[in-house]
């Protein structure tokens, strides 16, 4: 099939009011535990995407029962722990999806092998395999050793110490924690420091202490977790994507207009909240009302000089804004964002080239050159990343002649985008 093309209308000064969907990263996570759960738990205002539904077909197979309806899902988890699959399971380009299942499938018996797409292949999990290997799982290599296609033979997760490397992402340490109360015996959790975009693991932690599961944070990097434990059954929201509201706080910061995006809440776990303090340093205007955020854009915006380790999602976005803004920016210590959904560095780069903007790619990050931005001569990539589609979409706001390529891929995270895009106005 051919990648779709979507032309951007320029809009002089944006003025809107968004509803979001729920959040990705609380779906996976609502999903996972509540097949984990005593009994059926209920999750409202879930997000149904391409991504989160790889997750819940995959526990389906492992033989939960998912109950969808128009704005909720009842989640029954199976009598036994896990079935057998007949059939690989098969994650599509989920990277989230394969480094949260493949600690969850460790905590069943039997033999579960997972796979995914070619690029889902090229994404490492080798470090989730080798801690689950050493709480007792058997992993087998079907492929290229550390990438999927993988085989995990389990009889459940021994209670012992584990260390976890976390440097490329925190999903394998969060994949290890939400598995471990399953545990035949108490488990103590280590990981390596810095680990990736930590504030996703403070997520699946809130979320685990919200579900009745005790745990005791015994250092900086260690967590004492007894075990067994069950995860109780009860009713979820999930709460708007900050992810998501970023491309529309975006659409604001470039066109000096205004977006107020709800249901969001400022004490919020997730991470991507702090893009609103690097917007308010480039210039923007921010106010917390009582569901959601509102940010006023400037007339000029300013560089900024940023460590994006704790929020790499919000790169791409943060680097368009970068192109517009007068002066030179930088973008740090974010080496893992080469291993998501496409090379994302050099994603951005690329996008960024085609406008006209000078750009210095670094090993950790990229050296932004504002100001220049010019309307294009050809479509820009998105190299099937949902984030690169929606975060360039934001240039066709102020330059005439922006086209995204591979627009279908914002499926991933966020169906309706360009229905909702689409109806910015001035």
């Known amino acids: 099939m051919n990648p779709l093309i979507k032309q951007i209308r320029p809009v002089p000064r944006v003025n809107a009011r968004i509803r979001l969907p729920g959040s990705k990263s609380i ?33 389906e197979q492992l033989g939960a029962g998912m109950n969808w ?16 699959p007949e059939e690989t399971i098969f994650l599509g380009n989920s990277g989230t999806s394969a480094r949260l299942l493949i600690a969850v499938v460790a905590a069943g018996c039997g033999r579960f092998a997972l796979d995914g797409t070619p690029r889902l292949r090229e994404r490492p999990i ?36 584990v260390r976890v490397d976390a440097g490329k992402s925190s999903q394998f340490l969060s994949g290890i924690l939400i598995a ?61 994507d900050f992810s998501s509201a970023s491309y529309f706080w975006g659409a604001a910061a470039l066109t000096g207009g205004a977006v107020f995006t709800y249901p969001l ?26 569901d959601g955020v509102r940010v006023e854009g400037p007339d000029v915006l300013s560089p900024v ?4 380790n704790m929020m790499p999602d919000m790169v791409p976005t943060l680097a368009v804004l970068a192109g517009f803004a007068q002066g030179t920016s930088r973008i740090r210590n974010v080496a893992h964002l080469r291993i998501k959904e496409s090379d994302r560095l050099e994603s951005v780069a ?36 949902h984030r690169i589609a929606m975060a360039f979409a934001l240039a066709g706001l102020r330059l005439r002649g922006v086209a995204i390529e591979g627009a279908e891929s914002v499926a991933k995270s966020f169906p309706d985008f360009w229905e909702i895009f689409d109806r910015l106005e001035g």
């Open 126 to 161: 080798g470090a989730a395999a080798y801690a689950l290997a050493s709480l007792g799982a058997e992993v087998r290599w079907l492929g290229e050793p550390g990438f999927l296609p993988v085989e995990i033979t389990a009889s459940g997760l021994a209670g012992r110490r």
């Open 265 to 290: 809440s400022e004490d919020s776990p997730q991470g991507d909240r702090r893009l609103l303090d690097v917007l308010g340093r480039m210039g923007c205007r921010i106010a917390w009302e009582r």
């Open 305 to 308: 000089d940023v460590d994006m």
């Open 27 to 59: 779906t996976h996570r609502a999903l996972i535990m509540a097949a984990l759960a005593a009994g059926p738990s209920e999750i409202g205002n879930p997000l149904k995407s391409e991504d989160t539904m790889l997750t819940a077909r995959a526990l």
């Open 350 to 385: 690329s996008g960024l080239g085609v406008l006209g903007i000078p750009v210095e790619r670094l090993e950790d990050g990229l050296v932004i050159r504002g100001g220049s931005a010019m309307a294009p001569s050809s479509p820009i990539c998105a190299f099937d990343d």
């Open 69 to 84: 309806g128009a704005d909720s899902v009842r989640v029954s988890p199976p009598r036994t722990r896990w079935r057998e």
């Open 180 to 240: 471990a109360p399953t545990a035949r015996s108490d488990v103590r959790i280590e990981w390596s420091e810095p680990a990736a975009s930590f504030p996703y693991v403070l997520i699946t932690l809130e979320m685990m202490n919200k579900a009745g599961i005790r745990f005791e944070r015994t250092g900086a990097n260690s967590i004492f977790l007894p075990a067994p434990q069950v995860y109780a059954p009860r009713g979820v929201v999930v709460e708007g």
